[in-house]
């Protein structure tokens, strides 16, 4: 039974930082492609960065302050988020889709993953 469950969110103040884990089980990471996506009040859930065979992407929002990894040995895929500002505050979810997307577009979007964590809150605040 895939099932990925993220921790590590929480209050912050504005510039610092959290690292979010993604822990996957019934599945090994090297067939996945892994993303992170949030989702703040009122507002459609959006692609964060994603992972895949060691190439990572990321939403141009974040880019410099964020960065994804995975440890293949422990299954999991952190995100990184330093200079946290308030417009970083929402829910953060962690998917898995397997196999490929054909294009950095279609993976940077919530529909094409099959597998979602149950998500983790992230306040920046001051």
């Known amino acids: 039974q895939v099932q990925l469950v993220e921790s590590g969110g929480g209050l912050v103040q504005p510039g610092g930082s959290l690292r979010l884990s993604c822990a996957a089980s019934?599945?090994?990471?090297?067939?996945?492609?892994i993303g992170w996506f949030r989702q703040a009040p009122g507002k459609e859930r959006e692609g964060v960065s994603c992972i895949r065979s060691g190439l990572t992407y990321y939403a141009d929002s974040v880019k410099g302050r964020f960065t994804i990894s995975r440890d293949n040995a422990k299954n999991t895929v952190y995100l990184q988020m330093n200079s946290l500002k308030p417009e970083d505050t929402a829910v953060y979810y962690c998917?898995?889709?397997?196999?490929?997307?054909?294009?950095?577009?279609?993976?940077?979007?919530?529909?094409?993953?099959?597998?979602w964590g149950q998500g983790t809150q992230v306040t920046v605040s001051s």
């Open positions: 998917a898995a889709h397997r196999g490929v997307f054909s294009n950095i577009l279609t993976m940077m979007r919530p529909d094409g993953y099959e597998y």
């Open positions: 019934g599945f090994t990471l090297d067939y996945y492609t």
